[in-house]
């Protein structure tokens, strides 16, 4: 049965920057399809506190500090997890930053390398540390949080442009690589969801205004608009999908020049 397809249940998944936002927003979803869920971010906590929540949902759930530009705190994630359940069968590398909005040619070193770090290395590295576990199982899944933003380029968030956009390529690198163990790579690049991180594009007069009337529904979306895709890609319903980015932007990347 295709209902079947989606449950999680028996899965482990390792989710980054699941305080809030996208990332707990997905969790959940995972959670209420059956998995256990470890929910990672870098405030101990917030991690608890959602830990916390969901157990009073009655979900399975366990939470780490992780900070994922930290390599011990990768390491540790990715071990204490495994040590304590045998298997991860999903990564969701969700956890993201934009520090510095304005011209490439004044963006301050620093906030170059921080985004490409917590965007782009960061996955890549916990990635790599989650292959041998998933190439053992013959059995893993990977999911990016991209962005529209890495398909379609700003005027003044460029480091976040091309972290995202380096995120699409990643997908398809590691699909190709990894599908041969069965391990699938995608990525789902969201439009405009309101979050504490979004919240910084609204700074700009009118920007609210602009955005929602390029997006085809006329609205922003909730982070829990994520999940549905997440849990989608996670589970066996997607079992042929893999080295693909799917939008989920209400339209917005389809706003008309005309
Ligand atoms: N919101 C949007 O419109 C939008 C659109 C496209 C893509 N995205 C992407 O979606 C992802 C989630 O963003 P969001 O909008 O849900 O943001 P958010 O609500 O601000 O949540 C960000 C999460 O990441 C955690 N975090 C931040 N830096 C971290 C780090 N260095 N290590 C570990 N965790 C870290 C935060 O928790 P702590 O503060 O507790 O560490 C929080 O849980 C990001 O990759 C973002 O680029 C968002």
């Not at 989650?130 to 003044?156: A, D, L, R, T, W």
């Not at 690049?189 to 955005?211: I, N, Q």
Request: with cysteine; glycine share 8%; proline share 3%.
């Amino acid at each position: 049965m295709i209902k079947e397809k989606f449950n999680l249940e028996g899965k482990v998944a390792v989710i980054t920057g699941a305080s809030k936002g996208i990332g707990k927003a997905i969790a959940l979803g995972f959670a209420e399809f059956g998995a256990h869920v470890v929910v990672s971010s870098r405030s101990e906590e917030a991690v608890k506190n959602v830990e916390t929540e969901f157990k009073s949902k009655g979900f399975s759930v366990s939470s780490l500090k992780c900070h994922v530009g930290n390599k011990e705190d990768r390491i540790n994630l990715i071990e204490t997890t495994l040590k304590a359940h045998g298997r991860i069968d999903i990564l969701v590398n969700n956890a993201g930053t934009n520090p510095y909005f304005g011209p490439i040619h004044k963006m301050p070193a620093e906030a170059y390398q921080k985004t490409m770090d917590i965007n782009l290395n960061s996955a890549i590295e916990l990635s790599n540390l989650v292959y041998p576990i998933m190439k053992s199982q013959n059995s893993g899944n990977i999911i990016h949080i991209s962005s529209i933003e890495g398909i379609h380029p700003s005027k003044f968030m460029s480091a976040y442009n091309i972290s995202k956009a380096a995120l699409i390529m990643l997908t398809k690198n590691q699909s190709i690589e990894w599908g041969k163990y069965n391990i699938r790579v995608n990525a789902i690049c969201p439009g405009y969801v309101k979050t504490k991180l979004s919240s910084g594009l609204l700074e700009f007069e009118g920007a609210e205004e602009r955005l929602v009337n390029n997006v085809s529904l006329r609205r922003a979306s909730n982070p829990d608009e994520m999940a549905g895709l997440a849990v989608f890609l996670a589970s066996e319903a997607s079992s042929y999908v893999t080295g693909t980015s799917i939008v989920n932007d209400g339209g917005l990347l389809n706003s008309p020049i005309f």
